[in-house]
């Protein structure tokens, strides 16, 4: 199947990328002009988890009359609270003016972000965008020059063992002038890109977090709708880890909870589950969700390296967009519009290429009118979030955080940097610090099947893992002696455990329990495990997330 152009994922970029390529088609009279958007989840939307706050800047631009199409952006931020949490009981409230810049949330709305990538593939419907839901893109297509010439999307019904199905139906070859890849965090596609092509070979290595969240019904009396909070400190602390937490109070009496987990951390026993259900029991937490109802779970990875990290995102045949890059701003813990703008600058040049009949060439234009956007000013403003608080720690980091951002607007006259990986951080397990986590209550405290459970996760048993070891053995020879094999416990969903029996230690993958976090394709500390897709439409289904 042939098209114009193919965009590899149905998120925030993706979807702005495929909106703004049919608006620009439409306005020249190009009727003709077909745009494809694969994704691998259900539908749109079903794997799409964020806080979320977003900033509209990006959206006001791409469909200026959003509020009369009815997008789902009805809460808006009303007020900010940021606290430190001292210890298991106690905490401080940071006054505003001692709040960076970027963690204000004026102008700014609490929404379910997957509800609005559902209106935005709603929107690309209606713009006759070729919407393929449930169908992941497995392999990348060259031509014999070596550009990008399509994608290849997975079979369909193939047993565990390799073999055919009688339900068996082989991929698509799914071709184009040029091709977007906008899979999110750790796109596996976009990872052998960057690799075939070199694409970071200038930038800092890419730094990632772990973001678990659950929503949750609270009683209409603890419920403040439009109050942003965010927080620092206690339970991550206790390890060494850095990271931040956030309750979002949405409508109908719905709070957004979650903890972000720095994938810098270096505890192998500290496990971001665990942490986020002990931060719960805090009283700053505690009394906002007791006695309400959990609806819903899930986590993925977020990349956040910021600018220094950004790698070169043109090649020959394609771009990368959004989280498959890392426009996200860190500071702002914000990456909804840096993703939706650079999906719309990549249809703009895209489309500009097309316009003067070029195909699978390297649309360099994309880079330069990134730099001269308003992307670049955001990305670069909030360029030493990251390292400072890699390498300073919270309160040094924080400082210097504030000073940069407050006094100086973002102009600090030097720029920071963390060039070590995140899977290179772990210390021995010998020596390092064993934190107790507490025992699930099954009202505030949870385990991690349960919280599977409502995520709505589900892969066909029979079919190919979707988590490939490069080397089987490495997980009881390495990671378990010498960091205690740390999957175990960084994954969010149980899918890794060490089993022992009369014939020793064993490394099981209950692959069926993926919520598609990538978080141990980053943190694996030998770099052995490889997330690639599953079949279609497996994984979870997040609802109102």
């Avoid at 980053?522 to 439409?537: A, F, L, R």
Wanted: with cysteine; hydrophobic share 35%.
């Amino acid at each position: 199947m042939e098209f114009d152009v193919i965009i590899v994922g149905g998120g925030p970029a993706g979807l702005s990328a495929a909106i703004r390529l049919r608006q620009l088609a439409i306005e020249t009279g190009n009727d003709e002009f077909m745009v494809c958007v694969v994704e691998k989840g259900s539908e749109f939307g079903a794997h799409t988890l964020s806080g979320a706050v977003i900033e509209p800047r990006a959206l006001n631009e791409l469909i200026p009359d959003w509020k009369e199409k009815g997008a789902p952006l009805n809460v808006p931020a009303t007020e900010d609270r940021f606290y430190y949490l001292n210890s298991a009981t106690r905490s401080t409230k940071v006054p505003d003016s001692l709040i960076p810049g970027p963690m204000h949330n004026d102008g700014n709305y609490i929404v379910s972000l997957g509800n609005v990538v559902r209106w935005l593939a709603v929107q690309a419907e209606e713009l006759e965008v070729m919407m393929f839901p449930g169908f992941p893109a497995d392999d990348i297509l060259y031509n014999d020059d070596g550009s990008v010439r399509g994608v290849l999307t997975g079979d369909m019904g193939v047993a565990a063992n390799g073999e055919a199905k009688p339900s068996f139906e082989p991929g698509y070859e799914l071709l184009a002038k040029y091709t977007i890849f906008a899979e999110g965090s750790r796109g596996h596609l976009g990872k052998r890109l960057i690799s075939r092509f070199d694409l970071d070979k200038d930038s800092d290595p890419q730094h990632y977090g772990i973001g678990l969240k659950e929503l949750w019904e609270v009683e209409p009396d603890k419920h403040e709708q439009g109050v942003v909070m965010h927080g620092l400190g206690w339970p991550l602390t206790e390890t060494g880890s850095t990271g931040g937490w956030w309750l979002y109070f949405d409508e109908n009496n719905q709070v957004s909870f979650g903890l972000v987990a720095d994938l810098s951390y270096h505890n192998p026993y500290m496990s971001p589950f665990d942490e986020m259900q002990r931060l719960k029991t805090h009283p700053v937490i505690k009394n906002v969700l007791e006695g309400g109802k959990r609806i819903s779970y899930g986590a993925r990875a977020l990349t956040k390296g910021g600018l220094n990290s950004l790698p070169k995102f043109t090649f020959p045949g394609g771009v990368l967009v959004g989280d498959d890059a890392g426009f996200l701003n860190p500071a702002k813990i914000k990456g909804t519009h840096t993703s939706m703008k650079s999906g719309m600058l990549a249809a703009e040049a895209i489309f500009e290429a097309l316009q003067a009949e070029r195909q699978h060439d390297e649309v360099v234009a994309y880079s330069t009118m990134y730099k001269e956007s308003w992307l670049y000013q955001d990305n670069y403003e909030s360029r030493n979030f990251s390292p400072a608080i890699h390498r300073m720690g919270l309160f040094m980091g924080g400082a210097f955080t504030f000073i940069e951002h407050n006094l100086l607007k973002g102009k600090m006259p030097f720029t920071l940097h963390d060039n070590i990986p995140d899977y290179d951080q772990l210390e021995r397990a010998n020596h390092a610090y064993q934190p107790t986590y507490l025992k699930p209550d099954g009202k505030l405290v949870f385990d991690k099947l349960s919280s599977v459970f409502i995520s709505n996760t589900n892969h066909a048993e029979d079919q190919p893992t979707h988590l490939k070891l490069t080397d089987p053995t490495v997980p009881i020879s390495i990671n378990l002696p010498l960091y205690a094999e740390p999957a175990r416990l960084y994954c969010p969903a149980g899918v890794y455990e060490v089993v022992k029996d009369a014939e020793g230690a064993k490394f099981v993958i209950n692959a069926q329990n993926c919520v598609h976090c990538k978080t141990c394709d980053i943190k694996d500390p030998s770099q052995n495990i490889t997330w690639v897709t599953p079949e279609g439409g497996g994984g979870p289904n997040y609802p109102n997330m």
